[in-house]
């Protein structure tokens, strides 16, 4: 059975009241996707926009701490930390994105960790369109999360 769904088939919020406040860290990780030529204008990380990097950065950290207002059901977290990287890929024409989300709390934070990072993607793919209108943004997916009673590692490949 589906977790946010009742005996009757409709949407409930988890009741996590008897979970224990244990230390939770999440890891997600997307990809985004340019021409070879768009790629090489990225050098800079600047366009018309601004400066890419550190504006999909805090784009990513506003979206980590506005996840329950965006995902229904999701429980509002009290998140201590949001560490966003974006990294290039030459080969790939690529940059890479990876947020890791920690708390304290009852549940988990990787629907933040997805979250920023869904967000920085999107950030620099606003950024960037009016100079590629082939970006692809993929990949995104949960990388590990640690805390409650599972831990996931997706990290191998």
Do not use: W
């Not at 009241?17 to 790629?39: D, L, M, P, Y």
């Not at 429980?75 to 994105?97: A, G, P, T, W």
């Not at 990072?117 to 369109?129: E, N, P, W």
């Amino acid at each position: 059975m589906f977790s946010h769904l009742n005996k009757n088939k409709q949407p409930k919020i988890v009741d996590i009241s008897n979970k224990k406040i244990t230390n939770r860290t999440a890891v997600a990780e997307g990809i985004v996707k340019f021409s070879k030529s768009t790629f090489k204008k990225l050098d800079s990380f600047t366009t018309k926009k601004g400066e890419i990097n550190n504006i999909a950065i805090l784009a990513g950290i506003m979206g980590a701490k506005k996840t329950s207002e965006l995902i229904p059901l999701c429980h509002n977290i009290n998140i201590e930390n949001v560490d966003i990287k974006i990294q290039k890929n030459n080969k790939l024409s690529s940059l890479i994105i990876k947020a890791i989300v920690k708390a304290k709390d009852k549940t988990g934070v990787e629907m933040e960790s997805l979250t920023a990072v869904s967000i920085a993607c999107l950030t620099i793919y606003d950024m960037c369109k009016s100079i590629d209108k082939k970006i692809i943004i993929n990949n995104i997916r949960l990388i590990k999360k640690t805390g409650g009673k599972s831990n996931i590692n997706n990290s191998k490949k």
